[in-house]
C-alpha cells in the first residue's frame, strides 16, 4: 500500500526525507501531493481504457488549486459541484467546454454563474429547467445542459450510494421523458446524460455491471431527446485500498468493458463522447496527511500517541465519514521506517472528543514526542472534507510535491 520508498529509515516524500519537509513547509500538521504519483495514476487509467473514452476529475476529492491545476493539464476534463469549485477550475485553466456542473440545489446565482462561464450543467430538478431558460435569456447566451439520471438500479458494492432509489440527486429514470420535452420546450441547449452509481467500489464486476445499465439506460432514454446525445458521462465509483485484505481495482477488466461500451456507442449514439469522472481514484493515493507527536502517554497500560491534529483535519481517517465499521487506516511512524521495536499504540487527535481516534491500539515503531505520523492513501477527501473549525485549531497546511 505504501507508494513511497523509504531511505535510511525515513519516508521519501516529493524526492526528500520527510523530516527535510517537514521543515521546508515549515509547520505540522500538513498534507502532501505527489506529482509523480498523480500523473503515474492518470497514465495507468490511460493505459487500460479506451482512447476514445474521456477522462475527467472531480475535484471536490480534493480542491487544493495547485492540484486541481496540475490535475487539469492531465485530465480531458473537470466535475465542479459548486460555484466556488466552478472559479478554483476556471482559474486552473480547464476548458469551459470541458467543465461540467452536478449537485441538487445549485442556487440561481450558481445557474447563472455556470451559464455564464458556457460550461454543462448536469440538470438534477424541474426547476433548474425554468430557472436556466430564464437566465439564458437574460444573459443571451445557451445554457448547455445534460439530465443527471438517478437510475432504477443500485451500485453493488459500493461504499456510498448516490443512485437508485428514493435519492436527491438526479431525476429519476421515470420522469426524465417528461424533463427533455421540457427541456426542449425551454429551449436548452441539451448535450446528453449523467449517471452516477455510488462511490469507493473496489469490485470491477459491479461497476462493469453499473456502466452497462447505465448505458442501457441512458440509450432507452435517447430516445425522448430533443437534440443528439454529445456527452454520456457514466459515472465512475472506482475505488482505492484502504484496509488490510482490501485489493486494487482490477483495471484491465473495466478498460475491457468500457471498450466494448465505446464500440457500441459509435454505433448507437454516434454523436456520442463517453466521460467517465473519477475523484478519490485518481488523487487518494497520493497523497499523505503529517502530523507530529505532541504528547506520549499510558493510560492503564494502553500507551497514547498525541498529535498535532485529528479528526478536524482528517475526519475519513478518524472513521466518521462514511464509515460503517471503524478501521485503521494505513499509518506509520515516517521518520522511523526501519525500528526493530515496535508497540501497540493508539494514535489521536487533540480534540476533546473520544471521536478523534486515528489508529486504535496499531502496530507502530516505538515512537516519542516529536516524532512524524503519516496516514496513508490521504489525498482524497482530507482537509476540504473535515470539520476544520471544530475545536479551534490551526489549520493543516497542504503542499503538491
Ligand atoms: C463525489 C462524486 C464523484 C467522485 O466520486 P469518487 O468516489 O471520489 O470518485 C463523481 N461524480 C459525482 C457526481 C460525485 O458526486
Known sequence: ?????????????????????AARVGQTPFYAY??????????DLRAALPASVKLHYAMKANPMPALVGFMATLVDGI?????????VALDAGAD??????????????ELRQAVAAGVLINLESFREVDELARVSDELGLPARVAVRVN?????????????????QFGVDAEQVPQLLAKIGEAGLQFEGFHLFA?????????????????????????TDAPAPVR??????????????????????????????????????????QLVIEL??????????????????????????????????????????????????????????MDAAEKESASVVGPLCTPLDLLADRMELAVADVGDLVVIFQSGAYGASASPQGFLGHPPPLEVLV
Not at 437510475?151 to 435519492?167: A, R
Not at 493510560?299 to 482528517?314: A, E, F, I, P, W
Open 198 to 222: 455510488g462511490s469507493q467500489n473496489l469490485k470491477a464486476e459491479a461497476i462493469c455491471q453499473a456502466q452497462q445499465k447505465s448505458w442501457e439506460l441512458a440509450l432507452r432514454l435517447a
Open 231 to 272: 456527452f454520456l458521462n457514466l459515472g465512475g465509483g472506482f475505488g482505492i485500498p484502504y484496509f488490510p485484505g482490501e485489493q486494487g481495482l482490477n483495471l484491465r477488466a473495466v478498460g475491457d468493458k468500457l471498450a466494448q461500451l465505446a464500440e457500441r456507442t459509435a454505433r448507437a449514439l454516434p454523436d456520442a
Open 151 to 167: 437510475p432504477d438500479f443500485e451500485l453493488k458494492g459500493s461504499g456510498m450510494k448516490m443512485g437508485g432509489g428514493p435519492k
Open 1 to 21: 500500500m505504501n507508494q513511497f520508498p523509504v531511505v535510511d529509515g525515513q519516508l521519501q516524500v516529493g524526492g526528500m526525507p520527510l523530516t527535510q519537509l
Open 34 to 43: 505527489d506529482r509523480q504519483l498523480l500523473r503515474a495514476r492518470v497514465g
Open 96 to 109: 469551459p467546454h470541458e467543465i461540467s456542473f452536478a449537485g441538487p440545489g445549485k442556487r440561481n446565482t
Open 279 to 336: 475523484g478519490r481514484y485518481l488523487v487518494g493515493e497520493a497523497g499523505i496527511y503529517v502530523a507530529r507527536i505532541v504528547d506520549r502517554k499510558v493510560s492503564r497500560g494502553q500507551t497514547y500517541l498525541v498529535l498535532d491534529g485529528g479528526l478536524n483535519h482528517h475526519l475519513s481517517a478518524s472513521g466518521n465519514f462514511g464509515q460503517v465499521i471503524r478501521k485503521n487506516y494505513p499509518l506509520v511512524i515516517g521518520n522511523r
Open 79 to 87: 466535475d465542479v459541484a459548486s460555484a466556488g469549485e466552478l472559479k
